[in-house]
């Protein structure tokens, strides 16, 4: 038998954990369509016009770089307590197996359950109020500002993964502590360096984002043609990839 990666072994786990999280996922999902639908028939009310696909899809995005995050979180939590911890480490099964049902859940069902819940939830505030002369429009995803959206979302998943496996309580806050603490120092060095090359006193630069920068009464701004803004979405799957890689080294690093 294959000692890294079985597909029956895998299943086998992948049905146990179900079995054993299946309770706490139906509520979370439940919660999540709670709030969809309060949160969205409060917006519906409140808004004076019909909600348009465009904002539809920024409320969409919000949401989902928000929940995902939450839930990823939790996916190890086990790990944080000694007595779920062991049984969970010494599991007769491969570490990337495990590794790939926690994956396969925070990543891969929770964007189809949350998919799921967000479309039936504006199918049902869309029947529910109607405009004279107005057609209701639904958000489609399958547009290029989807595939940005795909790419942000996978990032902040594998941010997550890890720290929920690399911190053994309190996961999310501690993560996006450690998140936005590295982010604004690379901002503060990314400042510093540009300041160095152009000489001249700048505004915060974020990395591959614009150069802003004052001239006597005159303010300019520095941006990255299309070409070049293409390699910060060719960069980013990259580093995703490294953070998801990373997370499952230190899964095994927490058996040894």
Known sequence: MNNYFSLKRFFQLFIKHTVEHYRTYLMSASVLAGV?????????????????????????????????????????TNLGDKRKA???????????????VSWVYS?????????????????????????????????TLFQDKFTILLILFSFLHAVTLYGAIRFEKLHFIKTGFSFFIFYALLILSNTLFLRVIVGRQIYPATPFAFLNFPEGTNFYTIGL????????????PVVTLLFWIAAYFKLKEKQA
């Open 86 to 100: 062991i049984p969970a480490l010494t599991l007769p099964a491969s570490q990337f197996e495990k590794f790939m």
């Open 107 to 139: 990543y891969v069902i929770f964007f189809l359950v949350y998919t799921g819940i967000f479309y039936l939830v504006l199918s049902i505030l869309l029947n529910l109020k109607h405009w004279p002369g107005h057609q209701p429009e639904m958000l």
């Open 36 to 76: 969809f639908l309060l949160g969205g028939s409060f917006i519906f009310y409140m808004i004076p016009g019909p909600m348009d696909a465009g904002f539809q899809g920024a409320i969409f995005a919000v949401l989902i770089v928000i929940a995902g995050p939450i839930f990823t979180s939790t996916i190890f």
């Open 225 to 236: 043609n299309v070409q070049q803004s293409a390699w910060v979405f060719i960069m980013l």
